[in-house]
Structures are given as structure tokens and as C-alpha cells.
């Protein structure tokens, strides 16, 4: 105890001299100042000062701490405001005044459509054998018109029927690319090459084809409606073909599908001016006439339930 005691005043002996104070021993080992000293006083203070330093060094730890932390949350997280979706408010509704007009506008575009639709029907022709043709394009040119034992020139665009098309085979879907001759397509370098026939040679191009270029003159252009069984899935070979091999694939995947053709006549030519064989006129008439049957009818669209 008592040398505790000493230690603790040597201790605070050595404090008081470096402010200046004397001390000298006391009994039982522990030491006082001498009178008049200021070593209990400045004591005091260097304490109070060193307690005030050392709170001072933590709150400013405390503070930095505090702030790095709070700078490190603000970069790794949006703020409330960035974090907000955005929801685009939808426009007000539409007055009554606004939707009647809309409306009627509505009405009038479908009744449009529909007698569009109603004109396009009654410009269908349709042969005795059923083939069926529409003109697109008229020609006043001079020259005789495609018959029998005719040699004709012609360019051509194949198309498949686009779902939903139905009967109203050139408006009612837009018609699907199959292939051609004539017209660049695919990246050949045909423009204006033909494909010549003798009309009324069946194996030539399809029978539909056949009864719908009989009368057209140079310049004309009819959209032809092919059925399956007057086309490429007869049975029989036909000298068209795709010359392409996407339209050779795309015709194997759509041949037993009804398909369109727009023919154009080019020219018109005898058999001794093309110097080709002349077909025997009954093959020719049998080709051209066909046996007489219903229109192929397409698919009807679906109704609701």
C-alpha cells in the first residue's frame, strides 16, 4: 500500500515539476507541494484541457466517421428522387363530342372499304373452266390478241395468299412473294427477260394460266387466281419454274396452296415466227377450255362466337 501509495505521488511529483512546482516527500511515502505553490491548480487545468482534447479528437472522429459513411450510402444508392418511377400519366378522356366523330369517322372508313371490296368482286371474271382473272393493267396497243397455237412472251410475279386474305384475292391480304422472271427480283439480273410458251401447250405453265392469257394483248397485265389442281400440284410437270433455289424451295412448301400470278404480255407472236412447234387443236382446245366446274372457292373467314 505504501509503496502504491509512492508510486502514485512520484507520479504526480513529476507532473507538478513540469509546471513548475516544488514538492517534497510526505509521511508514508507520498509528496505534497510547498506553500504559495500553483502545482494542484495547474494540475487542474492541464487535466481539464487534456479531457477537453481527447473529447474533441473523438467527436471530430465521430463527425468524419459519420460523413464518410454518409458519402459512401449517397454513392452506392439513388436518392429518393432518382429511385421514383416515372408513370406518364394517360390523356384525359376524350369528350362525347370527340368520340362520336371518332366514330363516324370509323363507320365511314369501313363502308369505303367494304364497297371497294364490293367493285374489286364485280371486276372478277370468271371463265367457264372456273379460272378467274382481274385486269390490272388495260392495253390499247395494236397487234392480235393471244390465242391458240400462239407464242406468247410474258414476265411474272408468283405470290402465295397472305392469311387472311380469303376471296378477295388482291385486296383483302397483302399477297406473299413467291418468285419471278422479268423484274429483278432476289438480286437477278433479268429485268426484262421473258419466258416464252405456246399457248395452249399444257405443259407448259398452268392451266389457269393458259385460259386467262387467251385474249390479252401486248401490254396487258391480269392477276391470276391458280388453284391447287390448275397449278404446280396437277400431277404433271410444268415448264415454269422458279429460277431461283429460295423460289424453288418457297414453291415446294406453298404448291398445294391456291396462289396468284400476275402475267404481263409482252408479245404476241405466230408459231412460224417463233419457229416452234404448233400444238394439235384439240390438245390446245382441252388446255385452254377445260372442263366446266365451279370457281375455286377460297377459305371464308372465321366468325366470331
Request: some cysteine.
Amino acid at each position: 500500500m505504501a509503496s502504491s501509495m509512492w508510486t502514485a505521488g512520484v507520479e504526480v511529483g513529476e507532473m507538478g515539476k513540469s509546471f513548475g512546482g516544488r514538492l517534497r516527500p510526505m509521511a508514508g511515502g507520498t509528496q505534497t507541494r510547498a506553500a504559495g505553490d500553483r502545482c494542484t491548480t495547474s494540475y487542474r487545468a492541464a487535466a481539464k484541457e487534456k479531457e477537453l482534447f481527447f473529447n474533441g479528437r473523438r467527436e471530430t472522429g465521430v463527425v468524419l466517421l459519420s460523413s464518410a459513411l454518409f458519402s459512401v450510402c449517397s454513392l452506392a444508392s439513388p436518392t429518393r428522387a432518382e429511385a421514383k418511377i416515372r408513370i406518364t400519366r394517360r390523356p384525359p378522356a376524350s369528350t362525347y363530342e370527340e368520340r362520336k366523330r371518332r366514330m363516324e369517322e370509323a363507320r365511314r372508313i369501313k363502308e369505303a372499304k367494304e364497297d371497294a371490296e364490293e367493285e374489286e368482286t364485280e371486276n372478277i371474271v370468271t371463265l367457264p373452266s372456273g379460272v378467274q382473272y382481274r385486269e390490272l393493267v388495260p392495253s390499247d396497243r395494236p397487234g392480235a390478241a393471244a390465242a391458240a397455237n400462239s407464242v406468247c412472251d410474258v414476265t411474272y410475279v408468283v405470290y402465295r395468299l397472305a392469311p387472311g386474305a380469303y376471296f378477295k384475292y388482291s385486296s383483302g391480304g397483302t399477297p406473299i412473294y413467291l418468285f419471278s422472271r422479268g423484274y429483278g427480283n432476289e438480286g437477278m439480273d433479268d429485268l426484262g427477260s421473258t419466258f416464252t410458251f405456246t399457248l395452249g401447250d399444257a405443259a407448259a405453265v398452268p392451266l389457269a394460266v393458259q385460259a386467262a392469257v387467251v385474249g390479252m394483248r401486248p401490254g396487258m397485265v391480269r392477276r391470276v387466281l391458280i388453284p391447287p389442281y390448275l397449278g404446280w400440284d396437277a400431277g404433271r410437270e410444268v415448264e415454269l419454274q422458279p429460277d431461283t433455289f429460295g423460289g424453288r424451295r418457297r414453291l415446294e412448301n406453298h404448291r398445294q396452296e391456291p396462289l396468284l400470278m400476275d402475267v404481263e404480255l409482252v408479245k404476241v407472236r405466230t408459231p412460224l415466227d417463233a419457229s416452234r412447234r404448233q400444238v394439235d387443236e384439240k390438245e390446245a382446245g382441252d388446255t385452254l377450255n377445260g372442263p366446266q366446274r365451279a370457281p375455286y372457292r377460297l377459305p371464308t373467314p372465321p366468325r366470331p362466337k
